[in-house]
């Protein structure tokens, strides 16, 4: 293992800088401290790959020595296009060690969405799985940017290169100098750009630090009851800060064992719980219910999971029941927030699933939470406003943004956007998002109440429920359903099914049953597509 210098290369002359020195606390740092603490631990498995911390540190170092050869420097925006793997873990610390800032790009966007934040984040540098280089071309020709280096993920099993591209693994991963870089990283400079979109046409890039990450992992660890001894299956994609921030740093941070999968299969994910004894899983709710479908659940041996966790969407109470029942003795956490919080915000934890069915807990270690209306007044408990919180962990604001930064921090708070309700205890419960908001003859409905009785229904997988235009109501609740395996589910009954238990301006007056929901990377259901898929329903019904 090539240790991290214990004195700078040139020695300060003045007394602040000896001081900010020794009080040096870089992003980077993380790694290299818990392989100075566990040299010897497994740190990361990727397929066959096995890297012990002392290894994957070293890995790291002849990587970002690379990347300065080529001419990555301090404040350089970096930008990452690759589904899991282990150079993505590794590139991502490298471009850390230089002060360089990691911007992670969805894998599912197409080219000319891609040459946008190319354009926007003014990227200096692209790290690619080959796969997808074809489509990196093509964004890099239509944003015209100039970039310094550009790297490319070998996940083929053939040994070629795609024209123009480097191999990180051949190229950068060797490189001769595995020493530390020595560069004097500001703890409140930016280390990370991620783009989130939200209603907008155009993402927004949100900037976050050195100090809001080791903030929020401050606060997921503590609250979500994280430890050295943890080994923990990574499935839901890195260029997402949910598995990245809440979950596979934190286990670096903490010398815990990560193993890294492509993509969140169920059969991949079950056979791997059983096989390397994983004690701890995050998945969005879909993913979950992918699991307990799965033929081969009740044969998987699950007895060393002890934590599980859930986000990015809301769960449904009957999935929260099944798994408890099927996973007898796991403690499971909610973590509710958004990339702009690093991401988390409030944490369910396992003794209050039961007893606070469907909220989304109380706030973080470090973060204020506050429920608001119109004019940004606290509002009394059980009154619906909008969630706003207050944190170190909150982003610097929208890069080249100013307008949507000022808006989203007026009056000193972040304003999230989601509609909540707090009761007498403190604990949120999430109403929905503020776009998902369904405004139906007068009345204001929200959609997570309505799938929740939905879900009670025995036949029901899967649902999606959103507004669809009408005539006379201005919307209409509508509700997309995904019977269960060997089920079928007539929508008349359906309809029939929720009017007896709700109340009529909220019970759905459109079923539609399909194969599958729309889903992106991360697991969230797409409803927007949903919406346009199905915008003409509303005028069919009276």
């Given at each position: 293992m090539t240790m991290n210098p214990t004195t700078p290369s040139q020695t300060p002359t003045d007394l602040?800088?000896?001081?900010?020195?020794?009080?040096?606390?870089?992003?980077?740092?993380?790694?290299?401290?818990?392989?100075?603490?566990?040299?010897?631990?497994?740190?990361?498995?990727?397929?066959?790959?096995?890297?012990?911390?002392a290894e994957l540190d070293e890995t790291v170092n002849r990587t970002a020595n690379a990347l300065a050869a080529r001419g990555v420097t301090q404040g350089d925006h970096v930008a990452i296009l690759s589904h899991n793997n282990h150079?993505?873990?590794?590139?991502?610390?490298?471009?850390?060690?230089?002060?360089?800032?990691?911007?992670?790009?969805?894998?599912?966007?197409?080219?000319?969405?891609?040459?946008?934040?190319?354009?926007?984040?003014?990227?200096?540098g692209m790290i690619v799985e080959d796969a997808l280089a074809a489509t990196a071309d093509a964004a890099i020709a239509e944003s015209k940017v100039q970039l310094k280096v550009r790297g490319s993920i070998r996940e083929k099993n053939d040994k070629t290169v795609p024209?123009?591209?480097?191999?990180?693994?051949?190229?950068?991963?060797?490189?001769?100098?595995?020493?530390?870089?020595?560069?004097?990283?500001?703890?409140?400079?930016?280390?990370?750009?991620?783009?989130?979109?939200?209603?907008?046409?155009?993402?927004?890039?949100?900037?976050?630090?050195?100090?809001?990450?080791?903030?929020?992992?401050?606060?997921?660890?503590?609250?979500?009851?994280?430890?050295?001894?943890?080994?923990?299956?990574?499935?839901?994609?890195?260029?997402?800060?949910?598995?990245?921030?809440?979950?596979?740093?934190?286990?670096?941070?903490?010398?815990?064992?990560?193993?890294?999968?492509?993509?969140?299969?169920a059969g991949t994910l079950l056979k791997t719980i059983q096989s390397e004894k994983v004690t701890k899983l995050f998945c969005p709710p879909t993913v979950w219910i992918a699991l307990l479908r799965h033929p081969a659940f009740d044969k998987t041996d699950l007895s060393s999971l002890k934590k599980g966790y859930y986000g990015a969407s809301i769960m449904p109470v009957e999935i929260i029941k099944e798994i408890s029942q099927r996973i007898p003795g796991i403690r499971l956490f909610n973590f509710y927030g958004q990339t702009e919080l690093a991401p988390l915000a409030t944490v369910l934890k396992p003794e209050d699933q039961m007893r606070k069915l469907g909220s989304a807990g109380r706030p973080g270690l470090n973060v204020e939470t506050r429920v608001v209306d119109d004019d940004d007044k606290p509002v009394p408990p059980g009154t619906v406003g909008e969630i706003v919180h207050r944190s170190p962990h909150v982003t610097l604001g929208y890069w080249k943004n100013p307008e949507k930064t000022a808006e989203a921090f007026r009056n000193g708070w972040f304003h999230s956007g989601d509609l909540g309700v707090m009761d007498d205890e403190g604990y949120l419960t999430v109403v929905d998002r503020k776009k998902d908001m369904i405004k139906t003859g007068g009345e204001n409905v929200a959609s997570r109440e309505v799938e929740e009785i939905v879900f009670t229904h025995p036949?029901?997988?899967?649902?999606?429920?959103?507004g669809v235009p009408h005539p006379k109501w201005i919307e209409a609740v509508m509700a997309v359903v995904?019977?269960?395996?060997?089920?079928?589910?007539?929508?008349?009954?359906?309809?029939?099914?929720?009017?007896?238990?709700?109340?009529?301006?909220?019970?759905?007056?459109?079923?539609?049953?399909?194969?599958?929901?729309?889903?992106?990377?991360?697991?969230?259901?797409?409803?927007?597509?949903?919406?346009?898929?199905?915008a003409a329903k509303g005028s069919s019904i009276g």
């Open positions: 602040p800088a000896l001081i900010a020195s020794a009080r040096r606390n870089r992003f980077g740092d993380l790694l290299w401290r818990s392989a100075a603490r566990t040299p010897k631990k497994t740190a990361l498995i990727y397929n066959d790959l096995r890297q012990t911390f150079a993505f873990v590794v590139v991502r610390f490298a471009l850390a060690r230089l002060g360089a800032v990691t911007v992670p790009i969805n894998f599912m966007l197409q080219a000319s969405e891609i040459a946008f934040i190319l354009e926007n984040a003014e990227a200096r024209a123009g591209w480097e191999c990180v693994q051949d190229a950068w991963m060797t490189h001769a100098d595995a020493t530390a870089p020595d560069i004097a990283i500001d703890d409140d400079a930016p280390v990370q750009m991620l783009y989130t979109s939200g209603t907008e046409s155009r993402p927004k890039g949100a900037l976050l630090t050195g100090r809001c990450l080791y903030s929020h992992y401050a606060t997921v660890i503590i609250d979500g009851e994280m430890s050295s001894e943890d080994i923990e299956v990574h499935s839901l994609p890195l260029y997402h800060c949910a598995q990245l921030d809440c979950f596979l740093t934190p286990d670096i941070y903490l010398g815990a064992t990560s193993i890294v999968l492509a993509a969140p299969d036949a029901v997988s899967e649902v999606a429920v959103f995904v019977p269960r395996a060997g089920q079928t589910i007539s929508p008349d009954e359906l309809l029939r099914f929720c009017r007896d238990r709700m109340a009529g301006y909220k019970a759905p007056k459109i079923v539609e049953v399909v194969d599958a929901l729309p889903k992106n990377a991360s697991g969230k259901i797409l409803k927007r597509e949903l919406r346009d898929r199905f």
